[in-house]
C-alpha cells in the first residue's frame, strides 16, 4: 500500500508558476511510475505527466509540453511537478498518483492517489 500526500497547490495569475510535490509512503518499493492528473470542474481526469521511477523516462500531454516539468528524488520519495507560464485553462484539482505496472495515461492504469491539491488561475 502506497500512500501519497500533495502539497504546492494555490492561486495564482496567468504566466506565474507553481511547484507541486507529492510525498510518497509505504510500499514504495512497487512504484513503477509516478503521475500527475488534474480534473477541473465538470470535466473528467486528465493525464498531465508520467516518470518512471528507476529510469525517470518522462511522458507530457500535449497541453503541457513546454511548460512543465515532471522530476522526481528517489532517495527522498517524492516525486514534483514544475508549472511555468500558467494558464486559466490550467485550474484544477492536480492529484499525484501511483502505477505499479508499465502502463498508460488512462486514470485506470494508476493504483494509487492522492488527496488532490487545488491549482487556480486567474487572467
Known amino acids: 500500500q502506497v500512500q501519497l500526500v500533495e502539497s504546492g497547490g494555490g492561486s495564482v495569475q496567468a504566466g506565474d508558476s507553481l511547484r507541486l510535490s507529492c510525498a510518497a509512503s509505504g510500499g514504495t518499493f512497487s512504484i513503477y511510475r509516478m503521475a500527475w492528473f488534474r480534473q477541473a470542474p465538470g470535466k473528467g481526469r486528465e493525464f498531465v505527466a508520467a516518470i518512471t521511477w528507476s529510469g525517470g523516462r518522462t511522458d507530457y500531454a500535449d497541453a503541457v509540453k513546454g511548460r512543465f516539468t515532471i522530476s522526481r528524488d528517489t532517495a527522498k520519495n517524492t516525486v514534483s511537478l514544475q508549472m511555468n507560464s500558467l494558464k486559466p485553462e490550467d485550474t484544477a484539482v492536480y492529484y499525484c498518483?501511483?502505477?505499479?505496472?508499465?502502463?498508460?495515461?488512462?486514470?485506470?492504469?494508476?493504483?494509487?492517489w492522492g488527496q488532490g491539491t487545488q491549482v487556480t488561475v486567474s487572467s
Open positions: 498518483a501511483v502505477a505499479r505496472y508499465p502502463g498508460s495515461r488512462v486514470p485506470n492504469a494508476y493504483q494509487y
